[in-house]
């Protein structure tokens, strides 16, 4: 497995990444340690993991993925051999993250009992990449990379960037995080970051994790610049766009157990003529003889601006089929024509 650097540290994470966020709803505790078994044994030494998992977000399972990371990490004995990320959450009016009912957002007493909480859920005494969810300003919309921009009041009480940093450098100081990293953030967002860590001797970003898939190049439109030259590396999510790339939805099918088909929170990637662009890149694989969701994955890991794709699967067998793109390069022609569909479709899924 191709090993990277994060960001301007010294840490090498693999190209891709193990995503756990079914973790605790789809999948129990047996199948996640079966699929971290699997990706270790494949060479990924990356896993991405949240306060806020398993996806759908709810009160009563809240926490249970970073539980079944830790515990994974407890009965392996492989916690020194994986680099682990997780993540708070930014400003929500969810109200279940924090013991008080507090809505949560990035002021020091919430990022501190967050931190300790996520230390104890993963049976860890550090964490590798700590990263900021989602920003703690509002915005125009998930994912602070907008194709098109509607104004966004903020809030009375907004946390700046730079105070979330100096909350993240006292952390650091203690050692219960050693890099930080952001996520669905603007290219405004992200250059705060790193001028207040330039400026005020802060902790420098390492990477950003942010959508990016054949149907959202989005991010290439400006953050791909920031990230290249300031090595922040993206760590993409949903690279086949929560499964849609992968034809398993095609005219409407419902796979049992499919996020869709359980959960039918979608609606993201769920857009005008989406269905006409997945179908489209599911055809150019097939007609060059390629796997439609490792033709996805080993795009998005082309990309000289990618740190490391974030796989996500809900059986041993999907992840299996994810892990092989590790070794698939894309010839010319094939990228060529995903350029050309591109050109036709844009970024109908944002």
């Known amino acids: 497995m191709e090993q990277r650097r994060l960001g301007r540290t010294d840490v090498q994470v693999s190209a891709l990444c193990l995503g756990t966020m079914t973790f605790g709803e789809q ?4 199948e996640g340690h079966a ?12 896993f991405d993991t949240a306060e806020l998992y398993p996806i759908p977000s709810k009160k009563e399972t809240q926490g249970r993925t970073e539980r079944i990371v830790g515990s994974w990490f407890r009965n392996s004995g492989n916690r020194d051999k994986v680099v682990v990320a997780t993540k708070v959450v930014g400003r929500t009016v969810m109200d279940w993250f924090r ?28 964490i590798d990449l700590y990263q900021i969810h989602w920003p703690d300003r509002n915005v125009t919309g998930f994912g602070s990379n907008p ?30 995080i050693r890099h930080v990293g952001l996520s669905n ?3 405004w967002g992200t250059m705060q970051y790193v001028t207040a860590a330039e400026h ?7 990477s950003i994790q942010n959508a990016y898939s054949l149907v959202n190049r989005t991010f290439e439109t400006n953050l791909a610049e920031v990230a290249t030259r300031e090595n922040v590396g993206l760590l993409a999510y949903s690279s086949l766009a929560q499964g849609y790339l992968t034809g ?54 082309s990309r000289g601006f990618i740190t490391s794709v974030i796989l996500g699967a809900t059986n041993v067998d999907q992840l ?14 094939v990228l060529a024509k995903i350029d050309e569909l591109h050109q036709e479709f844009g970024n109908p899924a944002p």
């Open 320 to 333: 299996k089929a994810d892990v092989a793109a590790a070794d698939l390069v894309l010839s010319d022609d």
């Open 147 to 176: 194709t098109r921009w509607k104004h966004a009041e903020p809030a009375e009480d907004e946390n700046s960037i730079q105070s979330t940093l100096e909350v993240l450098a006292d952390l650091i100081k203690a050692g219960k």
């Open 185 to 187: 953030e603007s290219a």
């Open 35 to 46: 699929q971290m078994d699997l990706a270790y044994e494949s060479g990924i030494n990356f």
């Open 200 to 206: 005020l001797g802060l902790p420098r970003v390492a």
């Open 248 to 301: 398993k939805y095609r005219d409407g099918a419902l796979p049992a157990g499919a996020r869709k088909t359980l959960f039918n929170k979608m609606q993201r990637y769920e857009h005008p003529r989406s269905f006409q662009a997945f179908d489209a890149y599911v055809d150019l694989a097939k007609e060059a003889g390629l796997d439609p969701a490792q033709m996805a994955i080993a795009f998005a890991k």
């Open 27 to 30: 999948n129990s505790e047996s």
């Open 99 to 126: 013991e008080n009912g507090e809505h949560g957002q990035l002021n020091r007493s919430q990022i501190e009992f967050a931190v300790d909480r996520s230390l104890k859920n993963l049976q860890t005494d550090y």
